[in-house]
């Protein structure tokens, strides 16, 4: 049995599904009317300062349409935390209409900027999954939130976390 999941922020990145031991079986482009992508679930001041969610709103958030195991919804369920409430929604993929998982911040606060880095993550996940060019150009120049000395050493200290977990970690453990 398979779930799908909408994904729109970091989860489009391959290898943040990768992380956390989560294979997709399938994966597609796909469009959410009806909602526009916001920077509002609250991250780590002068670090990460905001994470994406969703807003109801007059516009589309492309994002990437994931079939999923069920233990690895579960294991992605257990990754968003409580920060997220898990909603339905239909997307339009591969040109029909089609029902889905996601997760929206759980409380409305007001919208920071993310840091440069999380777009970035963003934007490369997008350009990996393919989607439109006009959404990562939109990615791309969202405002940010950038600290030069503090965000090189947050990106160089998370890049080497990451590559320790991936080094030391073999894949089959991280199934768990």
């Known amino acids: 049995m398979t779930e799908r999941y909408f994904a729109f ?4 990145h391959p290898a943040t599904l990768d992380r956390r031991g989560i294979t997709p079986r399938r994966f597609a482009p796909a469009r959410l009317d009806g909602y526009r992508l916001v920077f509002d679930t609250p991250g780590i001041p002068w670090f990460e300062p905001a994470f994406a969610s969703l807003a109801q709103g007059d516009d589309h958030v492309w994002g990437v349409l994931y079939e999923l195991s ?59 999954r393919a989607l ?29 976390i990451d590559l ?8 089959s453990a991280r199934k768990h």
């Open 9 to 12: 922020g970091a989860n489009v």
């Open 70 to 128: 069920v233990a690895d919804l579960a294991r992605l369920r257990s990754f968003e935390g409580s920060a997220y409430l898990e909603i339905g929604v239909e997307v339009e993929s591969g040109g029909g209409r089609v029902p889905a998982r996601t997760f929206v911040t759980a409380e409305r606060p007001r919208e920071r900027a993310p840091s440069r880095r999380y777009l970035r993550v963003i934007a490369e996940g997008a350009r990996a």
């Open 132 to 160: 439109p060019e006009e959404w990562i150009a939109r990615i791309e120049s969202h405002p940010r939130f950038y600290l030069p000395v503090i965000h090189e050493l947050w990106g160089a200290a998370f890049h080497a």
């Open 164 to 171: 320790a977990h991936r080094l030391l970690v073999p894949p």
